[in-house]
């Protein structure tokens, strides 16, 4: 096999390798010199995913990967992948193919990109191991276009994540034509219900909310810090009138957890929303939009679902229309039954939350539900108390498959309400002097939630990492690649 | 005018401010309590831009702004706002309307948020102030919502950066509406071309590009780095086997750049695309996507771009389909008939750059074009020679109304060219291992592209500022709200 550093000629006229003056077959293969956008052949490439038994007896020319190759005496089987499929390609002494074509085939590198150029013939007997099982590649023409060096690096290696061989490239492509679907389907739900994408700075001047687990960056000649969330933001924007806006964007954490779930930078799907009397109207929308994700992606994902459930096999993800909704009272008495001591203001644990999580799939067969009505004890201070009971709160958690991919609330609207609550929870009002005065020339009422995208696919998906579904996980020990 | 921390009753029995005894219509204004998701009554609520001719005497519920208020005698002129649209309102001393009602509408302050019940009027002189020129309101009933302070603050004054009087507002609203009409339409133009989305990290552990003009972040107990660009991330996606990526997201620069198309965080459009055999391939789809993104908002966004105008005005966008394509020498050439003298591998100065576009749109009438085949001496090291020139390189700039707004090219997907690039550009190797080790495993060629989208947006609108076209906009200067 050539290096990466030999020579190269045209890609017409491929290099020889071989005993040139024995080989018929020696313009048929070979290395081609590096694509610098010399041409513009009218070559058409055929896609792996078209070759089926329509096309059967035609030539085709392929652009894929060395997935596997075995040689066998006089001939040689590759399987070519691209993207999540791949095809068997035969490469025999005969009429095309030299002896010495045969082994310049069996020597390339796996993962080198080749293209090929084959008769496709139908076989009798479906090959199991291709997604392309009812042809195969009769090969007269293959040129390297980029030469793979023997083995993959631990650092490619990380960014697609294998844990079984073979199956981890189709799987981590699964994964992340998934999540990029939910994004899609996100945004479009929500333009569709007329909301606004506004994109939120990053860098600011002071910590979101009151600075602990905050980045701090070097800004010039004084510091800054990353945002922790959108939310003063998002609420800026209801502030002036823009009604319903959404942003996707990183959010930050300098939290040191070290769990399957925490990420120091991941991806936050954001609502806000201005609603006329009750928040309910916000919590709708907001449960409306995942239902129409969950659908869309079981719509136009199934290949995607099913490519990830046979590395990672789970139950189908089930919902309810209307979605669920709890109020935290009814999930406390369901714990207790359950033989779980709590107390009416306390705060779900982690465990509590997957139980609660089992129960509900027990009694209600859904794998996604709205928990409301938490007590005010345990969130923020800018959470707008329950006019009914002054240990509740207008705040809401959802849940799929028993762990909390989204936080919102009815944000307290009135200045000085927001005043007193900051100082009952010993907040300094001079750190968000800013926040409070946004409040102060017309604020309509609204109330908002942020989802994490890692977390969403990875339970949607069954998955039991959120670092399978970040293409470059950050957590306290991790920055690279 | 009651102050903000008065007291309030509920929404249906307002708080009574005049002479009780005397005001027969006590129950119909006041301000209501905080609306804290009480009740979910079933009262409907119009959209101001619903307000016309075909509601004539119909009695309705609208929630609006005060955006201006006139007392004449036993009457009193508002206009109401929501969001862009505005109708005239008319408390007067009759049936629903007491003196003291009167009085109470006239004092309320500007920007309050009020529910107001009343007829729709035809009117038979149009009121050329306001957008909903055929109807006004006869009120009924006024509670105030949310009610403003006095004056707004400097630094909510700031978030809208109004230039005119009155009109702020709408144009604001109109900006960002357009912008996230952008964001949509590039999504949408792209997933139907079947790029997939990306996230890519914003915490880096080395800086990108050798360690310019990065900001540096605290990172537990050591340092990183904010990205300068996706470009890698993009890259190793590419490698990967994804194909066709986009993503859009904050892109960071510690540049001390204060001038008007400069910020040090700003979105970007990002996209990277394996081709076949032309890195043609990749600018036709980008520069397609920009066409798409230009005739979508003319289609979809007429409305906001005549609001801009009315503040801003200057004349439509105009591009041609193909896309023009100039090579770098051919620019070249109208600037030096022009009488600019410049070498052959000179970068273009921003002076010559807008000299340039209007020799463009005088001779072609285009407002958007691609310069193509830049010297290779002014492009970063990973761009790919043009092999058929080697002062040349694959790279291009597009360009709207004479600015740049996307930068791009070929990159060397060959480890060893790359090495040998960066040794010429005095690269230390060590620092960008990582980025060239991406490419032993068997790359396609590929190229793509960055597109600041404040950018698109200011020159779209024909606007002069990227501090115009960025909601909360960072600069070395400027790092609040």
Partial sequence: MPSASASRKSQEKPREIMDAAEDYAKERYGVSSMIQSQDKPDRVLVRVSDLTVHKADEVVWVRARVHTSRAKG????????????????????????????????????KESIVDVEGVVRKVNQKIGSCTQQDVELHVQKIYVISLAEPRLPLQLDDAVRPEVEGEETSTSQAVFRLQSGICHLFRETLINKGF????????ISAASEGGANVFT?????????????????????????????????PVFRAEDSNTHRHLTEFVGLDIEMAFNYHYHEVVEEIADTLVQIFKGLQKRFQTEIQTVNKQFPCEPFKFLEP???????????????????????????????????????????????????????????????????????????????????LSGAQRIHDPQLLTERALHHGIDLEKIKAYIDSFRFGAPPHAGGGIGLERVTMLFLGLHNVRQTSMFPRDPKRLTP
């Fill in 323 to 405: 979605t669920l909704r709890l109020e935290y009272c009814e999930a406390l008495a369901m714990l207790r039954e359950a033989g779980i001591e709590m107390g009416d203001e306390e705060d779900l644990s982690t465990p509590n939350e997957k139980l609660l999580g089992r129960l509900v799939k027990e009694k209600y067969d859904t794998d996604f539900y709205i928990l409301d009505k938490y007590p005010l004890a345990v969130r923020p201070f800018y959470t707008m108390p329950d006019p009914r009971n002054p240990k509740q709160s207008n705040s809401y958690d959802m849940f799929m498959r028993g762990e909390e991919i």
């Fill in 196 to 203: 606004v994408e506004i994109q939120t700075p990053k860098i």
């Fill in 74 to 109: 006089k001939q040689c089987f590759l399987v070519l992948r691209q993207q999540q499929f791949n095809v068997q390609a035969l490469v025999a002494v005969g009429d095309h193919a030299s002896k010495q074509m045969v082994k310049f085939a069996a020597n390339i590198n």
């Fill in 217 to 249: 960056v070097s800004y010039f000649k004084n510091n800054a810090y990353l945002a922790q969330s959108p939310q003063l933001y998002k609420q800026m924007c209801i502030c002036a009138d823009f009604e319903k806006v959404f942003c996707i964007g």
